[in-house]
């Protein structure tokens, strides 16, 4: 296989690129996108440095803009004085064209340089839904498609992210991925390709000495058999470096949070300076991926915390802050930092938010305390579910008075609108616990009637479960078009009318997204061929065609209920089991069993259930005694356990 | 309650190249986070969403430079106006060069309602064409110039100030910059059969009306 539309290559070079830019760019939407010459951006001499990476983030600049991850990359790569960093995103569609027209490669936003010239490309994969924009951004930019058609003088292509804990079905496309946190894994990265290059060593020595970093998994050295019925049936290493599985990487200790960001100069998805407050989560709701795969917990002190805000509002003069997790109220001395941040940014005219906050009343007091006198827009509260039945049986129990309550006093307390984010298509899911999103929505909002009348509302975004890998839910079948179709005409005939909002996803581009997540290694064709189809932004309602992801399965004689709508058996070998999350296989299988007889599991902040992250980096915790990390101290045993029964774990 | 006496502060910049596609909306932005990155006092507006008291005199148009930008900010009490310029020029990102501040007024009409017309210079780039003086005469000899623009038809021609060839590549234009009764460069370019993406404007300047005759208040 062949990449079908090599862009011509002229050896053009950066400054030839930047003048016939100016020619295209009055010509396309929001050409900010394309400039860089951003407040904050870091511009290095190329040809005075020995790496030079280009860091992808492959949806369009609004979005790439916004991602936390890559900003720490690219400060971490711009530090080092031998090395640097520069940003890629996907050209939006006429973007690209009008580079294909004018025979123009994709380029580093810094210096222009065309993609191809960089040594190192790093692609950020936090969703599979734009696999097929990696493929437009490394074919723009000149690059060989395959990893397997890569020469000495090609970059090399690494990947990591959330959805790079199932490598597989991108592994034709990446040399190697970096499972788990970046932040040190990548320069060992660059440090090896900076070896290499200085040996003239041929590049599967470079894939060989990447393969002995720890958290790096390179594709090409490992092989997998399949059963007669299409299951995978062994994984292999073929090289003696390559690991067998490979143990996610994570930092001892988080590093201090950045508080220099680029600045851009248009409209972009967050404008913001995001602080990431702690790392992981102890809840354990089992749909969700990352709760499982970015164990253990590690907050940030409070005062660095306050900190990065003062830097980062000296840096930026951005208007607003997001402090991020995943599950802020479980931060350890979270009415501390939202004293501490509102005493001191008060009357700053800044929004400050605090996203994933448990449902309980106490959430609504840290709101009410950090917005003071601010205006109040909209509350989100994530349920999940529905029923208790349901919360029980994905491990999120909340009861329905405390989601009522904790309702009331958000509308008492000035909110007008509630966002409540629910799943449809969870395990064992029927039509009531469906209807139950309706009443529960409903519910709700007749609480804001009583207390504040007509100006309450209720915004009920109901997204469709997909079972992702390294869950509890990793073995479960997804629901059919059909069931989800008439579970969401269901809630559109119900949540109608004055004060009720609904918003959905599209059962179709929850299908694409559930066959890539528990893919494997055969689904490079696939994407491949939807790609050549024209399949790109696949996660924009616009763009999304599934017609080209049908022919292209058609095409490759690849079923897709394969990957979606069949049970796997708890024995079967999965394909992503060449990773290792850190969270036992043995801890998932149990988990899963409790789900089916309706058992929870409590915060692991209130019980240990040795999931395993502890003892798997062990040797971690030795090296670094000073700074190493502990699961947060369970608390003492004065809290009862309640309507859980506990086995020895 | 009283007012506090604020600085109402007139700053003068540049938009340089760098910032070439920043639009209007984006360009108040870009100037509100400058303002808070030089930690000067900048007053908001009372009320239930409270905005920054930060004017801008006319909006440029995506893809134009200018050396002649105007804004007005209303800044708490405390600042020495002298202090104003250097740390807006600390603060400022690549394209925005600032030039100059002075307190003006409080009372002051605001900036939109004190410009009447601005002047752009147009790099037409190489080659120019050869009958550009001829298109000028033209264009400047018709009595209207009926336009389409957005599903309406208007007359370019009262709004078109003056238009000039400096040089060969070099054109010189000025406009009505009123409110409602705007003339825009673009038009003018493609009036004289030009592609306006093929060439560089450059605002030059915006003229104000006289203080006394204040004939734009409404």
């Known amino acids: 296989m062949a990449p079908n539309s090599t862009p011509a290559q002229p050896p053009l070079t950066a400054a030839d690129i930047e003048l016939r830019l100016h020619r295209l760019l009055p010509r396309v939407q929001k050409p900010g996108r394309y400039t860089g010459g951003e407040l904050n951006q870091v511009v290095k001499d190329w040809d005075a440095t020995r790496l030079r990476a280009a860091l992808v983030f492959p949806d369009v600049y609004d979005l790439g803009m916004s991602n936390l991850g890559i900003a720490i990359l690219y400060d971490i790569l711009n530090r080092q004085p031998d090395m640097l960093a520069e940003r890629v995103y996907t050209p939006w569609p006429d973007m690209e064209a009008g580079l294909r027209a004018a025979g123009l490669p994709l380029y580093g936003l810094e210096t222009k340089h065309p993609l191809h010239a960089f040594d190192l490309i790093g692609v950020s994969l936090p969703y599979e839904t734009l696999y097929t924009n990696v493929l437009t951004v490394l074919d723009l930019g000149g690059v060989p498609l395959l990893a397997a058609e890569r020469g000495q003088r090609d970059p090399l292509v690494i990947g990591g992210g959330h959805a790079a804990f199932n490598p597989e079905p991108m592994s034709d496309f990446i040399d190697a991925f970096v499972i788990g946190e970046g932040e040190e894994a990548l320069l060992e990265i660059a440090r090896a390709v900076l070896d290499w290059k200085a040996s003239g060593g041929p590049r599967p020595a470079l894939l060989r000495s990447l393969a002995e970093l720890r958290g790096v998994y390179v594709p090409s050295l490992y092989r997998v058999t399949y059963a007669p019925d299409g299951t995978p049936d062994r994984i292999e290493a073929s090289d003696p470096a390559a690991r067998l599985p490979v143990l996610k990487r994570i930092v001892p200790r988080l590093p201090p949070p950045l508080t220099r960001f680029v600045v851009p100069y248009v409209d972009v998805t967050h404008n913001r300076i995001p602080v990431e407050i702690q790392r992981g989560c102890t809840r354990g709701c089992r749909f969700c991926q990352a709760g499982m795969i970015t164990r253990p917990v590690r907050e940030r002190p409070v005062a660095e915390i306050v900190d990065a805000i003062e830097q980062g509002l000296a840096h930026t003069g951005y208007e607003e802050v997001g402090l991020l997790s995943l599950s802020s109220s479980d931060y350890g001395e979270i009415l501390e930092l939202v004293r501490q941040v509102s005493a001191r940014f008060a009357g700053r005219h800044l929004n400050i938010n605090l996203p994933s906050l448990r449902i309980e009343s106490f959430s609504v007091e840290l709101m009410d305390l950090l917005h003071g006198e601010a205006s109040r827009s909209g509350f989100t509260l994530a349920p999940e579910a529905a029923t208790e039945r349901m919360r029980e049986i994905i491990n999120k129990p909340v009861s329905t008075e405390q989601v009522l309550t904790t309702a009331r006093e958000i509308y008492r307390r000035g909110w007008h609108s509630i966002k409540l984010y629910f799943m449809i298509g969870h395990p064992s899911e029927t039509l009531e616990d469906v209807q139950a999103i309706a009443d529960l929505s409903k519910a709700v909002l007749a609480e804001g009637r009583v207390l504040i009348g007509p100006r309450a509302s209720v915004h009920a975004g109901v997204s469709t479960f997909i079972p992702k890998p390294h869950t509890p839910f990793q073995w479960v079948p997804c629901d059919t078009l059909e069931s989800i179709r008439a579970k969401q005409s269901l809630l559109k005939r119900q949540l109608r009318g004055p004060g009720l909002k609904l918003s959905w996803t599209q059962p179709e581009e929850t299908q694409l997204e559930a066959w890539l997540s528990r893919g494997d290694r055969r689904l490079g064709a696939v994407i491949l061929e939807a790609w050549r189809r024209g399949a790109h932004f696949d996660a924009w309602q616009e763009h999304f065609n599934h017609a080209a992801w049908m022919q292209a399965f058609a095409a490759t004689g690849i079923d897709p209920a394969f990957y979606t709508h069949r049970e796997r058996p708890i024995d079967e070998t999965l394909p992503w089991d060449v990773i290792d999350a850190g969270v036992r296989k043995s801890f998932l299988t149990e988990d899963y069993l409790w789900s089916l007889q309706g058992r929870t599991r409590l915060d692991c902040r209130e019980r240990c259930f040795a999931c395993g992250i502890l003892p798997k980096f062990a040797a971690l915790r030795r090296e670094h005694p000073s700074e190493a990390w502990e699961c947060p101290e369970v608390r003492s045993p004065a809290r009862p356990v309640v309507a859980v029964s506990v086995e020895a774990p | ?218």
């Open chain 2, 1 to 218: 309650m009283t007012e506090p006496e604020r600085l109402r502060c007139r700053v003068q910049f540049d938009k340089t190249p760098a910032m070439r596609f920043t639009g209007h909306l984006d360009l108040y932005r870009a100037l509100e986070r400058t303002i808070r990155r030089a930690g000067l006092p900048l007053a908001y507006s009372r009320g239930f969403t409270p905005h920054p008291k930060l004017q801008l005199a006319a909006a440029l148009p995506l893809g134009f430079t200018s050396c002649a930008e105007v804004a007005d900010m209303w800044l708490e009490q405390g600042i020495e106006p002298a202090q104003v310029l250097t740390r807006l020029q600390d603060a400022a990102p690549p394209g925005l060069a600032f030039r100059d501040a002075a307190p003006v007024a409080p009372r002051e009409p605001t900036l939109q309602q004190q410009v009447v017309e601005a002047a752009y210079a147009i790099d037409l780039g190489d080659p120019a064409p050869l009958d550009m003086e001829a298109r000028v005469g033209s264009l400047l000899a018709s009595p209207e110039l009926r336009r389409h623009r957005r599903g309406k038809e208007y007359d370019l021609r009262p709004l078109l100030t003056s238009l000039e060839l400096a040089a060969p590549g070099r054109l010189l234009m000025q406009l009505s910059a009123r409110e409602g009764a705007t003339g825009r460069p673009e038009e003018v370019l493609e009036a004289l059969g030009l592609d306006p993406l093929s060439v560089r404007v450059e605002r030059t300047a915006l003229i104000f009306a006289p203080r006394a005759s204040d004939a734009t208040a409404t």
